[in-house]
C-alpha cells in the first residue's frame, strides 16, 4: 500500500514538473513568437499558453490542498494492548521443525492474504501444544508490535465467550446486554484493524462421551472472526477430526523425539552431557513416551529430590500406563507430605475450570470450605509454600498478582483426571458440593446489573463447570442441604445473567433445572412457593422469545395454576401473577387467539387496579408495558385504532420521576412510538411511519447501541417503510414526463434504497449469527431483505431470500401460519415482476386463505394481496371486486383515529388530542 502511494505520488510530481515547464517554456517564446507571427499562428500560440497554464495552476493548487489536509488532519493510530501470552516454559526445547512448518502453511495463503488464516495444532494431552503456540505467538508479538496478539481459553464454548467478551472490553467496545453485539463489534474491530492472531488453546468437544463424533468445529464457528477478518487463528486441540471444513493446515504433534527429549531432560534437571547416562535418560523417556508434560513432571520430582535419573525410574512400575498418571503420582504423595491440605486445594480446583481459579474468591469465601483447607488459605506461612511445592512440580499454574487481586491458578486437564481417579464416590460427592457453595458464593446476587456483568464473566466458566460436574449427583445423592440450595440458586442467577445477555436457548437450560431440582427438593410447599412459581415462569419466558410456542403455553398454566393456590400472601405473589397472566397473553397472541390474549393482558390490568387501591401512590412501570401489549395484540388483530388507544394509555401509565428519567423510561417511550411507526405503515401512512421509528431509532442507538436487537427491530421496520417510499417514488417518476422533475424523483428513488439497505444489511448479518436458535426472526429479516432487492432489481436473488423464509416459517409454524402467509403475500408480487404470472396468483391466493382463516376478513394484511391478485387474473369482473376489497378494508383502517401526520415532540401525546368515536 505504501509503495503504491508512493509511485502515484512520483507520478503526480512528474506531472506537475512537466506542466510547468511547458508553461514557462512557452510564455518564454510568445515575445519570439509575437516579433515572428502574426494572426491565427499567434493565437494558437497563446491560447495552448493559457490551458497549459490553467492546468498547471489546478494541479498545483489541488497538489497542495491535498498535502496540507494531509499535514492537517493527523493519523488515527488505534490503540493496541499489549499481548496476554502464557509465559514460555524456559525449559522449551526443540520443535523447530514444527515453528517452520505452521509458517510454511501461513506462508502458503498468501494468495488470500486479505482474509483470515486458520492452522490447527491437534495431538494427545501432554504434547506441548500449548507451548508451541505461546512460542509462535511470542515470536508474531515481536515481529508485529502495531497488531493485536491475544490467547483465548477454549476449554469450553462458555469460557471462550467470555474470554471474547473480555477482549472487547479491553480494545474499547462498549458493554452491551447482548453478548451477540458485542461478538459482532469486536470482528468489526478485528476486520479495521488486521495483521492479529488469535491463539485458541485447548478447544475440546462439547461433550465428553468418546464415542461421539469428533468434530472440533461443532459450536465453534460462532466464536471465530469472518473469513473477511485479516489475521490468523492458531487452534490447540485433542480433537483430530473435523476441521476439513474450516482448514486444510493442520499439524498433528508428537512427542518429542529423542535428542530433543533428552535435551529437555538435561535442561530440567539441570545436568551436562557427561552428568547423566543417556541410556538411563533414554529409558525414561521411551517410559514416559517422550511427552514433555510427563518429562516436565518427572524432572521436577527428581530436580527437587535431589535424586538420579535412576533412582527415579526404580519408584515407577516397569510399565507406566499410557495415561502418564505414575509421575503426578509421585508428585502428589511427595507434597501431601509436607502440606497435607495440598492434594485438597487440587481437589477442589478439579471440579472448577482447569484455568483462571481467582484466588480472591477462595480466600474471601473461604468459609464454605473443609476446615483444613480453610486453615492453611488463612495462613501464608502454609499457603504460599504449598502452591510453590505445586507449582514446582508443575502440577498447577499461577499467573497475575496478588497484590493487585488477579492472582489465579490453573490445573492441567489431564492433572484433573489423575486427581479425580484418586477421589472415592464419598469425596466426589463432598468436593462438587464445596465447588458448588464456593461458585454461588462469589457470584453476583444481582446478575442482571450492568455493573456486574464483568464479574459474572470471569465466573461463568466456573459455573458451568461445577453445575455439569455435579449433574451426576443430582437426584438422592446431593443431601437436601446448603449445597442442594446452593446449586438451585446458582442456576437461578446464572439463567437471569444468561437471559439479559440475550442467550436465552442457555438461559432456558438453566432455569429448567433449577425448575426440576425446586420441584424435587422436599421442601412443604409454603416454604418455596414464589421460588417454584419464579422458576417456571420463566422457563415459558424463554420458551415464547424462542418462539416453543406450545411449551410455553403449558408453562404459563402450570405457573399460574401455582399463584392462583397462594393469592393473597402478600404483594410479591401480585405482581407475580400479573407477570403470569402477561406472559400468557403474549403466548396466546403469537397463537393468534386475540381475544383470550386481551383476557389475560386485562386481568393482569385488573391485579394492577386492585393493588392500586389498597396501596394509594402506588405506580408501575409494568403497568403501562401492559397497556402497551394490549395495543400490540390489536395491532396484530387489524384493530388499529383501538392498538393507538392503548398505546396512548400505556404513554399516560408511565410513572413520572421529575427531572431524572430513568433510562428504561425514556427506551419505553421509544417503543411506543416505534408501535405507533408500525401502526402507521399498516396504514399506509409512510411519512409518519418514517417519523415514528426514526425518532425510536435514534433512541435506541443511543441506549443500546447499533447492534441491540430491540434497535435492530427498529431499524428493520424503517429500512422496510423506505423501501416501500422508493417504490412510490419510482411510480411517479415513470408517470412523469418533464425532465428535471422526473430525474429528481429518480435520484430520491435511489437514496431512499440505499438508506434502506444501510439499515436492513446489519440487521440481517445480526440474525443470520443466531439463527440456529431464533429462526423466525431470521425469516423476518428475510422477508424484507426479498421484497428489497426486489426493488432493487434482483429478482434471482430477491426469490432464493424468500424461498429460505417460506421454508423457514413452514417448518417452524406448519402451512396454515400467517407468517407463512406474510411471506407469501412478498413472493407473489416478485413472482408478478419476474413474468410468472400463473405463480403468483396461485402463491397470493393461497396468502388470501390463510390470511382469512387465521385472521379475518377484514385484516391490513389482505390489502396488498388483493391489490396485486387484481393485476393477476384475467377476469375484469374479478379485478374489480379484489380491488373494492382492498379499498374497503384500507378505508376501514381510518375509520376512528385521523392519519398521524405531525412528528410527535418528545415525550408527547401519542394520539391527537381529538379522535374519532371509539
Known sequence: MGAARSSADTRRRGLRIGLYTATTGSVAVLPIVADHANGPALWAVVSVTGVLAAASAFFTRHSLGRGSAAQEEPVEIPLIPPHNLPSLSRYFTGRDAELRRIDEMLAGTSESAASRRVVVIHGIGGAGKTQLAVRHARTHAQTHTHALTWWLPATSTERLRDKLL???????????????????????????????????????RDTDDAESPADGTHGLQQFLPPDQCEGTILITTRVRQGWAELTDHRLELLGLGPTEGRAFLRRRIDVGPEDADTEQLDALGRQLGWLPLDLETAGAYIEQEGITVEEYLAQL?????????????????????????????????????????????????RAVLPEGLRRAMESRRVFRPMVRELVEHSLLTVSGDQRRGSLTFGVHPRVRQFIRSRMDQEARVQWSQVAVRLVEAAFPAWPEQPEVRSACERLMPHADAVITEVSWASDDRIEYGKARWALIELLHRVGVYQEQRCNWTRALTFFQWEAELRQDSGAPDGEDALGRVTAQLAVARQHYLLAHLDEAHEECLKALEQCRRHTGDGPAFVELEALCHRQYGGVLREKILFDEALDAVREAIRIYENYEHQEPGWESLEWAVAEQEIGMIHRNAGRLSLALESYARAEARIPQRGSQVP???????????????????????????????????????????????ETSQVAKFLADVRRRQAEDLRER???????????????????????????????????YNRSEAEPHKYAACLNKMGSLQAARGQLTEALRTLDRAHGIYTQKYGIDHHYRAKTLSRL?????????????????????????????????????????????????????AFLAGARRIGAALWLDTPPLTDPLPPGGALLPSETGPS
Open 663 to 709: 433510562a428504561r423510561h425514556v427506551l419505553f417511550r421509544a417503543m411506543l412510538r416505534r408501535d405507533v411507526g408500525i401502526v402507521a405503515q399498516d396504514r399506509g401512512d409512510l411519512a409518519t411511519a418514517e417519523t415514528m421509528l426514526g425518532d425510536a431509532l435514534a433512541v435506541f442507538r443511543e441506549h443500546r447501541g447499533l447492534e441491540d436487537f
Open 733 to 767: 417518476a415513470r408517470g412523469v414526463w418533464q425532465p428535471l422533475h422526473r430525474r429528481e424523483l429518480r435520484r430520491q428513488w435511489r437514496e431512499k434504497l440505499r438508506s434502506a439497505s444501510e439499515l436492513l444489511e446489519p440487521v440481517l448479518e445480526l440474525h
Open 317 to 365: 512400575p516397569d510399565h507406566t500406563s499410557t495415561n502418564g498418571f505414575e509421575t503426578f503420582r509421585l508428585s502428589v504423595e511427595k507434597i501431601s507430605r509436607d502440606a497435607p491440605e495440598a492434594e485438597n486445594l487440587l481437589r477442589l480446583c478439579s471440579y472448577l475450570a482447569s484455568e483462571d481459579v481467582p484466588h480472591a474468591a477462595l480466600y474471601e469465601h
Open 166 to 204: 473480555e477482549l472487547a472490553a479491553i480494545v474499547g467496545i462498549p458493554a452491551h446486554e447482548s453478548e451477540y453485539v458485542v461478538l459482532s463489534r469486536l470482528w468489526g474491530w478485528l476486520r479495521d484493524n488486521p495483521g492479529w492472531l488469535l491463539v485458541y488453546d485447548n478447544v475440546q
Open 828 to 880: 407473489g408480487p416478485v413472482m408478478l415482476t419476474a413474468g410468472d404470472r400463473a405463480g403468483a396468483e396461485m402463491v397470493l391466493r393461497e396468502a388470501e386463505r390463510i390470511f382469512r382463516a387465521r385472521l379475518g376478513d377484514d385484516h391490513p394484511s389482505l390489502v396488498a394481496v388483493y391489490e396485486r391478485l387484481a393485476e393477476c387474473t384475467d377476469d375484469p369482473a374479478e379485478a374489480a
